[in-house]
């Protein structure tokens, strides 16, 4: 039964005075929104789901507006709004009530995402009256703002009721338990002093307010015509609230949801300041992503790319969770792995540098720190953490000399001394522990997973062996930084020989292909008959027949004899070229082999996944799955690392068709976004995107390659053929922020350099012999030869090098 609100109104409409609230026909949010891209959503997609991202709070519901159950990694609770580690609602609902009829805004006719806010249009309702539901989570706040701005399309004024209700479901995060947190059942109540709804779990100072600087005429706890079925323990509380809409015109109401899983007092607190400072948080927030799109603005004739290059970074700023008392980082993907992870952020960040960004990969890395050594306290870096500061893999061995490599480019790219300083004694702890603790027959390559989380695949992995060869490599130039030249040179001999056997070892000819892994015959017959039994299930029979061919020819081998093999031709068997340490003649062969394994929208995670359709094969992956599997998967990390290991060897033409492939899949489901899983499955949002698209474009393409420590930018342009004019503007390197145009001119270049620091030097170079004629501002120069390179360094704020 609904209660009417005489004294509460009274007592209300006093405090809200105190207050100063705007009035519920004041201007909408959506004129602080002129001017800002928008994208919008496919009809076919309104039923898939969406994010409106903050640091700390984010809503994920369904782009009809709906709030369904949804997500694995705790069945059906992955949705609704989270101020982690706990959640606040499974969502919440609305709708329009006149003359005794309700209609339920539960199915919005369009969708538009923009960078930092999300609408909702509901444009069918029996009164004539459109309703676009607007929202944004201001940045540093545990609340989000929902305001409806309903249009009168109507010759007469209207009126209705509008009733919110919310439905709490305070919850913990995955593997709360370990923490101690345990869910209770919500209770909701009215708060008579605020206007608001107030939820609380039973158990715990968790708590959740929602409501309006406008007076609420009814409030009821319970049930309503328009809720929607849920799981959990949650509770509902709606407000009611009266509108008027002359003809023609618009009324704006805005909805304020707040939590603290500390108090009561600080939600209210959160909900009032939200309230009365909606419009000037939104302006911050339209500010500072102003900033993110200017800072390493990119424009290219590829303009898919370019748009899609754009809307990373927004999409890197989304992935931020901000925890007190745990730590500040980039998540791996939104909406079931909104928490911290090694490998994933060891991928990302490298992306975010490029596109010139230091504040979240500093704190990033110091959480992963901070987690990693209260859970190992040897060097090894964590795989996942939840929110709640629960590891729950201690890590794969692939992490920690990812790690050491992403020390150091975070060394190149900043400058930091202190830094490094600080993080360097990890990297020496962390490589120690890779030799010592997991290579038992000590032949330097580690044995255990790394990047395939496939049972059974767990010896000596590719990408093991690639990443730890580079991490050598990188810890031996952060010692040379330290002053430590022995263990420099340490480092170096380990480098050199690992590089020695993955070109030897791991290199399978008969395939053209570097091996999934090194093991004993026993171990390959037995991960044989499991792949066997993958692809026949996939109906791959190309596969199946490679297979058992493969295990008639190993079938008479000694058992415990030890070889590089070819299974599943997984990605990772490309991270030599990734890295650059695979020998030229067998990285040309091996990225040809490499090109079998494709669809339109990028590279399989398992190469025998693939069928003869695969390259037609445009349309939706998530159709295609009943259950949660990456099982046939194409994904934005394999094809992202395929770009860079074509750049690596010359071959920035076949560089750009595979970044042309993934970023079909840019906002194929959600608008503003790639899928992890190409092209609707898996994460909406994931981290690795950035690296994927931003490293081959910028250390690439653009050929930007820093060394801020030594205040020096090196260049070394590998553009695409298609691309004859390019621009990256205002990339932070260091206190330096650069600009550089390119553009060819027939069979020469020419490139127009700015920077803000004029005593840093910008090293020009090219490979020898390739230009005839070099000229500095217009005059004629020699440039300096060294490596099989031709290089001119300049300094001072700008400059035009052209190349003939």
């Given at each position: 039964?609904?209660?009417?609100?005489?004294?509460?109104?009274?007592?209300?409409?006093?405090?809200?005075?105190?207050?100063?609230?705007?009035?519920?026909?004041?201007?909408?949010?959506?004129?602080?929104?002129?001017?800002?891209?928008?994208?919008?959503?496919?009809?076919?997609?309104?039923?898939?789901?969406?994010?409106?991202?903050?640091?700390?709070?984010?809503?994920?519901?369904?782009?009809?507006?709906?709030?369904?159950?949804?997500?694995?990694?705790?069945?059906?609770?992955?949705?609704?709004?989270?101020?982690?580690?706990?959640?606040?609602?499974?969502?919440?609902?609305?709708?329009?009530?006149?003359?005794?009829?309700?209609?339920?805004?539960?199915?919005?006719?369009?969708?538009?995402?923009?960078?930092?806010?999300?609408?909702?249009?509901?444009?069918?309702?029996?009164?004539?009256?459109?309703?676009?539901?607007?929202?944004?989570?201001?940045?540093?706040?545990?609340?989000?703002?929902?305001?409806?701005?309903?249009?009168?399309?109507?010759?007469?004024?209207?009126?209705?009721?509008?009733?919110?209700?919310?439905?709490?479901?305070?919850?913990?995060?995955?593997?709360?338990?370990?923490?101690?947190?345990?869910?209770?059942?919500?209770?909701?109540?009215?708060?008579?002093?605020?206007?608001?709804?107030?939820?609380?779990?039973?158990?715990?100072?968790?708590?959740?307010?929602?409501?309006?600087?406008?007076?609420?005429?009814?409030?009821?706890?319970?049930?309503?015509?328009?809720?929607?079925?849920?799981?959990?323990?949650?509770?509902?509380?709606?407000?009611?609230?009266?509108?008027?809409?002359?003809?023609?015109?618009?009324?704006?109401?805005?909805?304020?949801?707040?939590?603290?899983?500390?108090?009561?007092?600080?939600?209210?607190?959160?909900?009032?300041?939200?309230?009365?400072?909606?419009?000037?948080?939104?302006?911050?927030?339209?500010?500072?992503?102003?900033?993110?799109?200017?800072?390493?603005?990119?424009?290219?004739?590829?303009?898919?790319?370019?748009?899609?290059?754009?809307?990373?970074?927004?999409?890197?700023?989304?992935?931020?969770?901000?925890?007190?008392?745990?730590?500040?980082?980039?998540?791996?993907?939104?909406?079931?792995?909104?928490?911290?992870?090694?490998?994933?952020?060891?991928?990302?960040?490298?992306?975010?540098?490029?596109?010139?960004?230091?504040?979240?990969?500093?704190?990033?890395?110091?959480?992963?720190?901070?987690?990693?050594?209260?859970?190992?306290?040897?060097?090894?870096?964590?795989?996942?953490?939840?929110?709640?500061?629960?590891?729950?893999?201690?890590?794969?061995?692939?992490?920690?000399?990812?790690?050491?490599?992403?020390?150091?480019?975070?060394?190149?790219?900043?400058?930091?001394?202190?830094?490094?300083?600080?993080?360097?004694?990890?990297?020496?702890?962390?490589?120690?522990?890779?030799?010592?603790?997991?290579?038992?027959?000590g032949n330097l390559l580690p044995d255990g997973f790394g990047m395939m989380e496939i049972h059974g695949l767990d010896s000596e992995m590719i990408d093991v062996a690639a990443y730890t060869c580079q991490a050598f490599a990188d810890a031996a130039n952060m010692a040379d930084e330290m002053g430590e030249t022995e263990q420099a040179a340490e480092y170096r001999k380990v480098a050199e020989q690992l590089r020695q056997r993955?070109?030897?070892?791991?290199?399978?000819?008969?395939?053209?292909?570097?091996?999934?892994?090194?093991?004993?015959?026993?171990?390959?017959?037995?991960?044989?008959?499991?792949?066997?039994?993958?692809?026949?299930?996939?109906?791959?029979?190309?596969?199946?027949?490679?297979?058992?061919?493969?295990?008639?020819?190993?079938?008479?081998?000694?058992?415990?004899?030890?070889?590089?093999?070819?299974?599943?031709?997984?990605?990772?068997?490309?991270?030599?070229?990734?890295?650059?340490?695979?020998?030229?003649?067998?990285?040309?062969?091996?990225?040809?082999?490499?090109?079998?394994?494709?669809?339109?929208?990028?590279?399989?995670?398992?190469?025998?996944?693939?069928?003869?359709?695969?390259?037609?094969?445009?349309?939706?992956?998530?159709?295609?799955?009943?259950?949660?599997?990456?099982?046939?998967?194409?994904?934005?990390?394999?094809?992202?690392?395929?770009?860079?290991?074509?750049?690596?060897?010359?071959?920035?033409?076949?560089?750009?068709?595979?970044?042309?492939?993934?970023?079909?899949?840019?906002?194929?489901?959600?608008?503003?976004?790639?899928?992890?899983?190409?092209?609707?499955?898996?994460?909406?949002?994931?981290?690795?995107?950035?690296?994927?698209?931003?490293?081959?474009?910028?250390?690439?393409?653009?050929?930007?390659?820093?060394?801020?420590?030594?205040?020096?930018?090196?260049?070394?342009?590998?553009?695409?053929?298609?691309?004859?004019?390019?621009?990256?503007?205002?990339?932070?390197?260091?206190?330096?922020?650069?600009?550089?145009?390119?553009?060819?001119?027939?069979?020469?270049?020419?490139?127009?350099?700015?920077?803000?620091?004029?005593?840093?030097?910008?090293?020009?170079?090219?490979?020898?012999?390739?230009?005839?004629?070099?000229?500095?501002?217009?005059?004629?120069?020699?440039?300096?030869?060294?490596?099989?390179?031709?290089?001119?360094?300049?300094?001072?704020?700008?400059?035009?090098?052209?190349?003939?």
């Amino acid at each position: 039964m609904r209660l009417k609100l005489t004294l509460a109104i009274t007592l209300a409409l006093t405090f809200f005075q105190c207050q100063k609230p705007q009035p519920a026909s004041s201007a909408s949010l959506q004129e602080i929104m002129q001017g800002v891209e928008g994208i919008e959503g496919k009809p076919s997609y309104l039923n898939s789901p969406c994010v409106t991202s903050g640091d700390r709070l984010y809503v994920v519901g369904h782009q009809d507006g709906t709030f369904p159950d949804l997500g694995w990694h705790v069945t059906g609770e992955m949705g609704g709004i989270w101020d982690h580690p706990i959640k606040l609602m499974d969502g919440f609902a609305a709708a329009l009530r006149t003359d005794g009829q309700t209609h339920c805004l539960d199915r919005a006719e369009r969708f538009v995402k923009y960078p930092f806010a999300s609408s909702h249009f509901y444009e069918k309702t029996p009164l004539g009256v459109s309703v676009e539901r607007f929202q944004f989570v201001p940045d540093g706040e545990e609340a989000v703002v929902v305001e409806f701005v309903f249009e009168n399309e109507t010759q007469t004024a209207q009126s209705f009721t509008f009733d919110f209700n919310g439905m709490t479901d305070l919850r913990p995060v995955w593997l709360g338990e370990r923490t101690g947190m345990e869910d209770g059942g919500d209770f909701v109540r009215f708060d008579e002093s605020t206007g608001s709804m107030v939820g609380k779990d039973s158990l715990n100072d968790w708590f959740v307010v929602w409501g309006s600087v406008q007076v609420p005429s009814e409030h009821e706890i319970g049930s309503q015509a328009c809720d929607f079925e849920r799981a959990g323990r949650g509770a509902n509380g709606s407000l009611s609230y009266p509108i008027s809409v002359q003809a023609g015109g618009t009324a704006v109401l805005p909805i304020v949801i707040a939590g603290s899983y500390q108090s009561q007092t600080a939600a209210v607190k959160t909900l009032q300041n939200l309230q009365r400072n909606a419009g000037d948080l939104l302006r911050s927030k339209k500010e500072r992503y102003a900033g993110i799109a200017a800072t390493a603005r990119l424009t290219v004739p590829d303009k898919n790319i370019q748009q899609a290059f754009e809307w990373v970074k927004y999409n890197t700023d989304w992935l931020i969770r901000d925890v007190p008392g745990q730590g500040r980082g980039i998540s791996a993907g939104t909406p079931d792995y909104p928490w911290w992870f090694g490998c994933d952020s060891e991928y990302a960040l490298p992306g975010v540098l490029a596109t010139g960004r230091t504040d979240i990969v500093f704190s990033t890395i110091d959480l992963l720190k901070k987690l990693s050594d209260e859970t190992n306290g040897n060097g090894r870096i964590l795989h996942e953490a939840s929110t709640n500061g629960s590891v729950f893999n201690p890590g794969n061995i692939n992490e920690t000399p990812q790690f050491a490599s992403l020390i150091w480019t975070t060394y190149q790219w900043t400058g930091d001394r202190a830094f490094l300083k600080k993080y360097y004694p990890l990297v020496k702890q962390g490589l120690a522990w890779l030799l010592k603790e997991n290579d038992a027959d000590g032949n330097l390559l580690p044995d255990g997973f790394g990047m395939m989380e496939i049972h059974g695949l767990d010896s000596e992995m590719i990408d093991v062996a690639a990443y730890t060869c580079q991490a050598f490599a990188d810890a031996a130039n952060m010692a040379d930084e330290m002053g430590e030249t022995e263990q420099a040179a340490e480092y170096r001999k380990v480098a050199e020989q690992l590089r020695q056997r993955i070109n030897s070892e791991f290199w399978v000819p008969e395939f053209n292909s570097y091996a999934d892994f090194i093991g004993t015959t026993r171990q390959a017959l037995h991960l044989i008959d499991d792949a066997i039994v993958r692809a026949d299930t996939l109906g791959k029979p190309w596969a199946v027949e490679e297979l058992r061919a493969t295990k008639a020819k190993i079938a008479s081998l000694p058992p415990d004899r030890k070889q590089g093999f070819v299974l599943y031709h997984n990605w990772v068997v490309n991270t030599p070229m990734e890295t650059g340490i695979a020998d030229p003649e067998k990285a040309v062969a091996a990225l040809e082999t490499g090109s079998q394994f494709v669809n339109p929208f990028g590279m399989f995670v398992t190469g025998i996944d693939r069928d003869e359709t695969a390259g037609q094969d445009e349309g939706s992956f998530a159709a295609k799955k009943k259950i949660f599997s990456y099982v046939g998967a194409v994904m934005t990390l394999p094809t992202g690392v395929q770009a860079i290991a074509e750049n690596n060897y010359g071959r920035p033409d076949e560089a750009l068709d595979y970044l042309q492939r993934m970023v079909r899949s840019f906002s194929y489901a959600m608008p503003g976004s790639m899928y992890e899983v190409s092209p609707d499955f898996g994460m909406m949002a994931q981290a690795w995107n950035v690296y994927a698209l931003a490293v081959p474009v910028v250390t690439q393409f653009f050929g930007i390659r820093p060394e801020a420590q030594n205040r020096l930018v090196n260049l070394r342009p590998l553009m695409p053929s298609t691309w004859d004019e390019a621009s990256l503007e205002n990339l932070t390197i260091g206190d330096n922020s650069l600009t550089m145009k390119y553009l060819r001119q027939g069979s020469g270049v020419k490139i127009d350099l700015t920077q803000t620091k004029t005593d840093w030097k910008i090293r020009v170079a090219f490979p020898e012999g390739k230009f005839k004629k070099w000229t500095l501002n217009g005059k004629v120069v020699t440039p300096e030869r060294d490596g099989g390179l031709e290089m001119l360094e300049v300094s001072g704020a700008t400059n035009s090098v052209e190349v003939f």
